[in-house]
């Protein structure tokens, strides 16, 4: 098996640290690019051959504006198109637009070597400047929505691809850290006994150890509670002819208060260790189920009616079709018998009967044993399903139990792939509820 160390010193780049660093840092960078590039494509379309023509055009509009250049030209080449024209020279200045615009000389930009043709956006306002022999000129749009509805298309583009790699980076995370889950689930299955769920071991970071030590960790306990299991078994199974013998040894003892002490042991240390072979042994079988399709309601008739004699009584109501299972009919008895038994043994002769109810819900059987006998505190619910867990020690005493009727009971159950719980209130009684799947 390969062994895992958390000692081991990690290469940086295999850290789950330097990983997310990686992602952070690689998400902040695709962010950059994406920002860059759509900033260039704007200044690309600003820069395009239509601008670059600009200078030609500019100087067809002087032209027509005569020389000197023409007011009344201009306000009507102003109408056609579009372009409010303002006119600076050491002689005259005159504009189309009004009031006389305000002329910032700054942050031009030059698309001419010789710097005559300039080109500036301000407001959503295009701006050209020209340097002609005689005076500046300035050619600026009136019309600024063409320009906003671009940049609300760039803005669109960037903001989807901001989104996508947002999105990206999430499920690399998720991918990253994928294993903290699996761990997560893993935890839960251990904690309801199921020491055989591995969790995979993929990667090579801290969190692919956290994995592979964890399935070290289940299967070790595996075998340890395996080894424990085995151990009572076989002192229980030793411990049955030194019982014997002190049995035999007791009967040619004389009557004596001791000797009644003594007998009251043995037959008690000789329940228990029945019980405990009792365990193995359905556990074992438990395993190894020999499955048959089986009648629930009929065997469910046959366990209640050994309690015809019982004290409460034991009423029993079952639907009229079969319930069909497929299922190990020894261990659905012995299943039952335990519950029945439970709801008994804690109950005053005088309580309200034991009620069974066996109903088919879809396709699982629900079967269903209410006490109205001493019920259970809440606290003390989690844990009667663990081996020789007992609510009340003193009086489990009288009612002869070892708390290893409810664990049996559980192993049955999930062998046959079905659920069990209780639901109790203390002094009102206890319901187990048991659903197994059907045959359909
Ligand atoms: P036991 O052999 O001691 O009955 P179980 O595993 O069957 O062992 O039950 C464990 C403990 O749960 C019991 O000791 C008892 O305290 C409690 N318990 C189980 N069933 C009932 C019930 N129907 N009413 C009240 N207490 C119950």
Redesign the pocket.
């Known amino acids: 098996m390969k062994t895992f160390s958390f000692s081991r010193p990690k290469r940086l780049f295999n850290s789950v640290f330097t990983k997310i660093l990686a992602i952070g840092l690689i998400t902040w960078l695709c962010i950059l690019i994406a920002a860059l590039s759509i900033f260039i494509i704007t200044r690309h379309t600003s820069e395009s051959p239509f601008l670059k023509n600009l200078g030609a055009y500019a100087q067809y509009i002087i032209n027509d504006l005569g020389t000197p250049p023409d007011l009344d030209q201009a306000e009507e080449i102003s109408q056609k198109t579009g372009l409010h024209i303002t006119y600076i020279s050491k002689e005259q200045r005159w504009s189309t637009r009004r009031p006389f615009p305000e002329i910032e000389e700054l942050r031009y930009r030059s698309f001419h070597g010789d710097t005559t043709l300039q080109f500036r956006r301000r407001a959503g306002h295009h701006i050209i400047k020209y340097q002609s022999d005689h005076g500046l000129f300035f050619f600026e749009s009136m019309d600024e929505y063409e320009e906003r509805e671009q940049n609300a298309v760039y803005l669109l583009i960037l903001l989807t691809l901001l989104s996508l790699i947002l999105f990206f980076s999430y499920l690399t995370i998720r991918r990253v850290l994928a294993p903290l889950r699996w761990v997560y689930t893993a935890v839960h299955k251990v904690k309801d006994g199921d020491f055989s769920h591995q969790v995979p071991v993929r990667g090579n970071d801290e969190l692919t150890d956290l994995a592979g030590g964890f399935n070290e960790m289940t299967s070790q306990l595996k075998t340890m509670l395996e080894n424990k299991e085995n151990l009572l078994r076989d002192v229980s199974h030793e411990l049955r002819t030194p019982l014997t013998r002190i049995r035999v040894a007791l009967e040619f003892l004389e009557d004596s208060t001791a000797k009644k002490d003594i007998s009251e042991d043995v037959q008690a240390i000789e329940k228990m260790i029945e019980n405990i072979l009792q365990t193995s042994r359905t556990t074992h079988r438990a395993n190894k189920l020999e499955r048959q399709e089986v009648n629930l309601a009929e065997i469910t008739k046959t366990v209640a009616d050994r309690y015809t004699d019982s004290l409460p009584r034991v009423i029993c109501k079952l639907p009229k079709e079969p319930c069909l299972l497929l299922a190990d009919p020894l261990m659905l008895q012995s299943l039952l018998t335990?519950c029945i038994?439970?709801?008994l043994?804690?109950?005053e002769t005088t309580a309200d009967p034991v009620n069974i109810t066996l109903n088919k819900e879809g396709d699982k059987a629900i079967i269903s044993i209410i006490?109205y006998?001493?019920?259970?505190e809440e606290n003390?619910l989690p844990f009667?399903f663990e081996p020789f867990?007992?609510?009340?020690q003193s009086?489990?005493r009288q009612?002869g139990?070892?708390?290893?009727?409810?664990?049996i009971?559980k192993t049955i159950v999930e062998a046959h792939d079905g659920t069990i719980s209780?639901e109790?209130k203390k002094d009102q009684?206890?319901t187990?509820i048991i659903t197994l799947p059907c045959v359909d």
């Open positions: 335990n038994d439970n709801g043994k804690f109950s006490d006998g001493c019920g259970i003390e009667i867990y007992r609510v009340d009086r489990s009612t139990g070892f708390g290893l009727g409810l664990p009971c209780i109790s009684g206890t187990v």
